[in-house]
């Protein structure tokens, strides 16, 4: 089952604007990762955010997270076409020998 | 380019059949995943290993199998397909297990008919 869970599921924004997207998550993680997919495409890692740590920057990218509220959020500001893509959000639970779940994604849409 | 090979790109095959994914992990990457992904659906785990290990192993069927060899590379295999196994499937590497970013090949197109 997947642990986290992106929401929106798809979200359209016209090209400028800011995107946020939002992952919650259900056990303690070590760290939170999140990464884009172009259609049918593999995917591409775009940040990791430790556990304790609340908010980190990487380009265009702004990344939070609450490990009390068990969420983390995405910005995508002054957003691009080129941005159009499924963003997922991925973690590993701080627990044993844990894989990387991804969530379903957000398919985000970025209109010219 | 991610660094991580994956091969075949496509593979259409029948019912019943049999097949073999082969992932070759980035140079110096000791851990690979296997996730399946279908239409509309999130990334599934599958199974990871870990220098030749199994690590970790997700809501992977009966019917399929993997190994990580010792030269790191890594096969999943399919048996007795069904038409519901059409799917993408991923490989990914990373440098270990937890902790780090996953490269991800372009993956398999699978197509049961």
């Known amino acids: 089952s997947q642990q986290g869970e992106e929401d929106p599921q798809a979200l359209s924004i016209q090209e400028g604007e800011n995107a946020t997207m939002n992952c919650s998550y259900k056990t303690s993680i070590n760290n939170l990762q999140w990464y884009r997919q172009n259609s049918g495409r593999g995917l591409v890692h775009l940040i990791l955010i430790r556990s304790n740590e609340r908010e980190k920057h990487s380009g265009r990218l702004r990344v939070t997270l609450d490990t009390s509220k068990k969420s983390s959020s995405l910005l995508i500001t002054a957003s691009r076409a080129a941005d159009t893509a499924s963003y997922f959000c991925a973690t590993d639970a701080n627990s044993g020998n844990t894989p990387l779940v991804f969530g379903k994604g957000t398919r985000l849409s970025v209109i010219a | 380019d991610s660094g991580v090979t994956q091969t075949p790109k496509h593979l259409i095959t029948a019912t019943g059949q049999r097949v073999t994914l082969r992932c070759s992990p980035r140079s110096g990457d000791l851990s690979v995943y296997w996730y399946q992904q279908s239409l509309d659906q999130g990334l599934q785990f599958l199974i990871q290993?870990?220098?030749?290990?199994?690590?970790a192993k997700g809501n992977i069927l009966e019917r399929f199998s993997a190994q990580q060899f010792p030269d790191l590379h890594s096969e999943l295999n399919l048996s007795s397909l069904e038409l519901g196994d059409s799917a993408l499937y991923f490989c990914?590497?990373?440098?270990?297990?937890?902790?780090?970013?996953?490269?991800f090949g372009q993956g398999t197109r699978l197509t049961v008919v």
């Open positions: 990914a590497s990373s440098l270990e297990g937890q902790g780090y970013e996953a490269f």
């Open positions: 290993y870990y220098n030749g290990e199994e690590r």
